[in-house]
């Protein structure tokens, strides 16, 4: 099901000093944490949390990556996190993202990412209906 | 010089999926970004920016630490760091932290850090009367 | 230019700790870490170093990044980062990575990064003459 | 039990770019993660491996942290970590750390870490005598 106009949750914080490397800015790597905190919040934003579905027994694992950088990131910005879900399968979803300055709205980062549904014995199933809720909105 | 009764600087945040580890819960060594992340946010609450303080060539390293972990945090928990500064010498500086659940206020961690003022040649020197509106409000 | 048959580098270590999450698996950002170290180790193994790069006045970084995880890698497992240059032009290089089981050779992880060479005032530039040595063996 | 002449275990590996900040050398918080796959590594050499204990039932938690910051690390040196057993107790170990450049052998940290042996219930317990192999070779 692909997602017209979809529900985009924005997480704002401050980059950390650990989160930047010896080029100054921000390490290419800290971008898919906070794209993963990103999804947190959607998630937490529709009433659920991620730690519930684990509990539940499901797990959402990184499947298929497309990632592009486009600014640097300094120490101490204030960055926006916006993320939205673009598709949901039977078996996976995909989440997208923008990184951008929270003062000038310049994108740094933008990013789309294929999860799999798992169960506790790690194979691929069906997303349950119970998440319609958050899914679907 | 001791500050007795000093400010404390709160910062809350979750706890990212990434800073946990196979345990279960939030690894060691994350409190030590969470801590920094403290710093940044006091230095910032004064009115300066520790980015400010790079580009004017100066440097704050840390130089000894002693941290005590009391309880495990796990991810989604809402988490507040506590940080103060303890004590001020012409050449370092000490800031104390504080991690506590922030529903509860149960402490995950507690620690104490002395850093060392350095220029830009890497050699410790005086700290700069400039920062004095931070340092000693 | 693509390259024709082009030389791996492998280099292997075993999984750290502080690298899992919760899950019980290497966490999905840890792998772009061990890419980058891996790129690291590509040019060492020519007898030139990034740090050298850095010194004169160039940078390498991260624009467009594909990335596939096909399997979850454990703490202490001993893995294979195998990296190779798949493609030069003038301005940038695409430098491609598998992440195997040192042990078995099951594939965790495979991408594609391209990077831009930069200039010390952050501008797309020429890559240098001077790393044919390492960039055409 | 103190341990006179203990074993040392020596670990040795390049620096990453990941590992590196803002200010051109290793975040502090990256020791800590050197540390800890340096008591790997001992677990290691002693035939055992910290991922059995954990199969077992076990857990070994930090729990009191002393670390001192001598020198700074950078990017592609080649270090070498220093680990050992200096005490051992019925329910805590406490294990030793040196991190120093490999080809000059200045030191850049040091540090003592006080673990606590935990069960799944993550109830303070005594070290299995299981253990006595690795504990006191």
Redesign the interface.
């Known amino acids: 099901m692909l997602q017209a106009d979809p529900h985009i949750c924005e997480t704002s ?2 980059v ?3 989160e ?6 921000v ?4 971008y ?2 906070w794209f ?2 990103g999804r ?2 959607f998630i ?1 934003e529709q009433g659920w ?3 519930e579905i ?1 509990r539940s027994g499901y ?1 959402l ?9 486009l600014r ?1 990131a ?3 910005q204030r960055v926006t996190v916006r993320v939205w879900l673009a598709q949901v399968k039977s078996r996976q979803m995909t989440f997208q993202c923008e990184v951008v300055d929270s003062a000038s709205g310049e994108c740094f980062f933008s990013a789309s990412l294929k999860l799999l549904c798992l169960n506790r014995a ?1 194979e691929i199933t069906r997303i349950p209906p119970a998440w319609g809720a958050w899914l679907r909105e």
Chains 1, 2, 3, 4 share one sequence.
Not at 20 to 25: E, S, V
Not at 27 to 30: D, P, R
Not at 61 to 69: I, K, N, Q
């Open positions: 914080f401050h950390r000093y650990a930047t490397d010896a080029m100054g800015f390490h290419h790597a800290v898919l944490v993963e905190e947190s919040a937490r949390s991620y730690a684990e797990f694992v990184a499947s298929d990556l497309r990632a592009r950088y640097a300094r120490y101490d790690g």
